[in-house]
Each structure stands twice: as structure tokens, then as C-alpha cells.
């Protein structure tokens, strides 16, 4: 099972900005459609913005649009989620995966659930 590494959630207040970043546990993502998902306490977990393996297919769920940007740096084989005028909704557990299929539009992959064992993500909290 691939493996991912999770960081750069914590505290932020209300309109603050985080960057989170995902890191492969021995493998390389530069070949992978990745993407970043959270999971509220009650919902489904739901995929927040996808990446295709050159980085030129980018989707983003409605409720961030405008506010979220995701990169990838293959040759540091990291993921990044910058995440600009956080409200407190947007208080959940951000996890990063690969998709379900590399070869597809990540429009289309992004709203199915990958096939992973999920790591621990990282908690992002926004409170004053």
C-alpha cells in the first residue's frame, strides 16, 4: 500500500492562511494523479483538489475555489495545499492519496474515493 506523510495543518483564526504538504513514504509521486481530501465528523470524506501527474489538470470542489491552490514539486516528490481565508467550516482532518486512475481527468477522479489506506492527515483548526 502506497503510504503518504501529512503536515502543515494547526491553529489558524478565522481568514487565516495554512500550507499543507504531502510526501510519498518511499515511493515517487512524480507518475501518480494526487489529490487532497477531508472528512468532516459525520460526512463523507470528499476530495478537495486534484492534480494530474504534470500538474496541468487541476480541479478544485466548489466551497474552495478561489481560496485553495494545489502544486506539486515532483522532483521533491511533495504535494502542497495553500489555503487562504479559512473559515471555521473548513475545520477538519486534510489527507492526501493518489487517485483512482492516473490516466483520467482528475475532474472525474477527484469525487471517487480512492482506494487507500489512509494515514493520519493533519488536522487543520480554524477558531479564534
Known amino acids: 500500500q502506497l503510504q503518504f506523510v501529512e503536515s502543515g495543518g494547526g491553529l489558524v483564526q478565522p481568514g487565516g492562511s495554512l500550507r499543507l504538504a504531502c510526501v510519498g513514504d518511499?515511493?515517487?509521486?512524480?507518475?501518480?494523479?494526487v489529490g487532497w481530501f477531508r472528512q468532516a465528523p459525520g460526512k463523507e470524506r470528499e476530495g478537495v483538489s486534484c492534480?494530474?501527474?504534470?500538474?496541468?489538470?487541476?480541479h478544485y470542489v466548489d466551497s474552495v475555489k478561489g481560496r485553495f491552490t494545489i502544486s506539486r514539486d515532483n522532483a521533491k516528490n511533495t504535494l502542497f495545499l495553500r489555503m487562504n481565508s479559512l473559515p471555521p467550516a473548513d475545520t477538519v482532518i486534510y489527507y492526501c492519496?493518489?487517485?483512482?486512475?492516473?490516466?483520467?481527468?482528475?475532474?472525474?477522479?477527484?469525487?471517487?474515493?480512492?482506494?487507500?489506506?489512509w494515514g493520519q492527515g493533519t488536522q487543520v483548526t480554524v477558531s479564534s
Open positions: 492519496a493518489p487517485l483512482v486512475s492516473s490516466l483520467t481527468p482528475v475532474q472525474t477522479t477527484c469525487t471517487m474515493t480512492p482506494f487507500v489506506s
Open positions: 492534480i494530474n501527474t504534470s500538474g496541468e489538470n487541476i
Open positions: 518511499g515511493f515517487t509521486l512524480d507518475y501518480l494523479s
